[in-house]
């Protein structure tokens, strides 16, 4: 069974929203990657981070470039995963999945914790590259999502 992954759109690009999601959504969590070299998928990064908050300040100010950030859980309890999603137009996104992940109840959490208005659902996909983009899926979805602030199920259509 593929995990189950729920994106929201958070309501700004900030390192401090990015920390209080992660805290409250995966407080114990490793890193997937050793180092960040910025920008993301070139062959000569003008930077390299160490740690992903030394990489979330400077998304935050670069409001332009793309980036995806993962961290594993370091306990079995719970999501398996949490993201964040860079946009190309400034915006963030953050996403949380795992096989047991308890779908309303998890989307309106992590939209409480980024003031998030838009999200979905979603198994085994990776959000759009931008904002636009990201709410035309949650107009056009047929499983539960917050489009508008307000938590939609397929029955309420």
């Known amino acids: 069974m593929d995990p189950t992954e729920i994106y929201v759109l958070c309501e700004s690009r900030s390192a401090e929203l990015a920390k209080r ?23 000569e990064p003008s930077d390299t981070f160490q740690t992903p908050n030394e990489l979330m300040r400077r998304l935050e100010s670069d409001k332009h470039e793309s980036y995806s950030i993962y961290w594993d859980a370091a306990s079995n309890n719970g999501p398996r995963q949490a993201m964040l999603f860079y946009t190309e137009d400034g915006a963030m996104i ?10 309303g109840e998890t989307l309106s959490c992590v939209a409480k914790q980024v003031n998030g208005r838009f999200g979905f659902i979603t198994s085994g996909s990776c959000p759009p590259e931008t904002s636009e983009a990201f709410i035309a899926i949650c107009r056009e979805s047929t499983l539960a999502n917050i489009f508008e602030g307000q938590l939609r199920v397929s029955s309420q259509r």
């Open 21 to 43: 999601f992660l805290d409250s959504c995966l407080p114990t969590r490793t890193p997937v990657a050793d180092e960040y070299p910025f920008p993301e998928y070139v062959d």
């Open 94 to 103: 953050a996403g949380i999945g795992g096989p047991s992940v308890s779908l």
